[in-house]
């Protein structure tokens, strides 16, 4: 059965996810991570993709991208993967599958990009690495939030319609960081990259199906099935 196409459209930004194959780990030093992001660069560079937020964990990498064109973005995942593969692969002298099958990704729509960046940027926190964002050196947190230089972000609209000069921008967005995600928003991040369908508003999803044809909703939760009632006594 072929594979669904992807959600892609141009300048419409999409939150990205890529397991290790089998939970693995996909970086074991600093020199991979720094690998990583110098391929992430050099990929986005290349095709032309705006990278918002990030974050690489032990197993797993999450992006938060807005591609230019439509398949800019796969070419940018496939540029990353082969070489970083290969680098992965010639330095602990090992073969085979790194990544687990192909990333999952998903639409976002303007009004979820801040929420989208900040659940990016709060996995090391909930993961229990590390208490703060700031002390994971390892994702966009310290260069969205503390300015820190980094040629790999290039920030959204949004983002920089938090203020009008670069501090502002900063010090609202870490305001953004006071609590917790909600709930309801932190099930929609995860239903919606798991589907791979468009997280958005109504109107952003109607846009979507409109121009791609497809449903854009992620689809509810199956309920459980009821189970027969037991045969009464005596019949």
Same mark, same amino acid.
């Given at each position: 059965?072929?594979?669904?196409?992807?959600?892609?459209?141009? *300048?419409?930004?999409?939150?990205? +996810?890529? %397991?290790?194959?089998?939970? =693995?780990?996909?970086? #074991? =030093?600093?020199?991979?991570?720094?690998?990583?992001?110098?391929?992430?660069?050099?990929?986005?560079? %290349?095709?032309?993709?705006?990278?918002?937020? *990030?974050?690489?964990?032990?197993?797993?990498?999450?992006?938060?991208?807005?591609? =230019?064109?439509?398949?800019?973005? $796969?070419?940018?995942?496939?540029?990353?993967?082969? @070489?970083?593969?290969? #680098?992965? @692969?010639?330095?602990?002298? %090992?073969?085979?599958?790194?990544?687990?099958?192909?990333? /999952?990704?998903?639409?976002?729509?303007?009004?979820?990009?801040?929420?989208?960046?900040?659940?990016?940027?709060?996995?090391?926190?909930?993961?229990?690495?590390?208490?703060?964002?700031?002390?994971?050196?390892?994702?966009?947190?310290?260069?969205? &939030?503390?300015?820190?230089?980094?040629?790999?972000?290039?920030?959204?609209?949004?983002?920089?319609?938090?203020?009008?000069?670069?501090?502002?921008?900063?010090? &609202?967005?870490?305001?953004?960081?006071?609590?917790? +995600?909600?709930?309801?928003?932190?099930?929609?991040?995860?239903?919606? +990259?798991?589907?791979?369908? $468009?997280?958005?508003?109504?109107?952003?999803? &109607?846009?979507?199906?409109?121009?791609?044809?497809?449903?854009? /909703?992620?689809?509810?939760?199956? %309920?459980?099935? /009821?189970?027969?009632?037991?045969?009464?006594?005596?019949?």
């Amino acid at each position: 059965m072929p594979r669904a196409s992807r959600f892609d459209l141009a *300048y419409v930004p999409q939150h990205i +996810i890529q %397991r290790g194959h089998e939970g =693995s780990e996909c970086f #074991y =030093s600093p020199t991979d991570y720094r690998s990583y992001l110098v391929q992430l660069l050099h990929a986005s560079s %290349r095709w032309e993709c705006a990278v918002h937020a *990030y974050v690489l964990m032990p197993n797993h990498v999450h992006l938060l991208v807005t591609p =230019s064109r439509v398949g800019a973005l $796969a070419h940018m995942m496939q540029g990353i993967g082969r @070489n970083y593969v290969s #680098y992965f @692969n010639a330095t602990y002298h %090992r073969s085979g599958a790194l990544w687990e099958g192909r990333y /999952k990704s998903c639409l976002v729509g303007s009004d979820y990009v801040l929420s989208c960046q900040c659940y990016i940027e709060l996995n090391p926190v909930r993961s229990g690495l590390v208490g703060e964002p700031s002390f994971y050196p390892w994702s966009s947190y310290a260069c969205n &939030a503390l300015g820190m230089p980094d040629p790999v972000v290039v920030p959204h609209a949004e983002f920089v319609a938090l203020g009008n000069y670069r501090d502002q921008c900063m010090r &609202a967005y870490r305001q953004l960081f006071a609590g917790d +995600i909600e709930p309801a928003v932190l099930r929609e991040i995860r239903t919606y +990259i798991q589907q791979q369908r $468009a997280l958005g508003s109504s109107a952003f999803q &109607a846009r979507v199906e409109a121009m791609l044809g497809r449903c854009a /909703k992620a689809r509810p939760a199956h %309920r459980p099935r /009821k189970q027969p009632q037991a045969l009464e006594q005596g019949r």
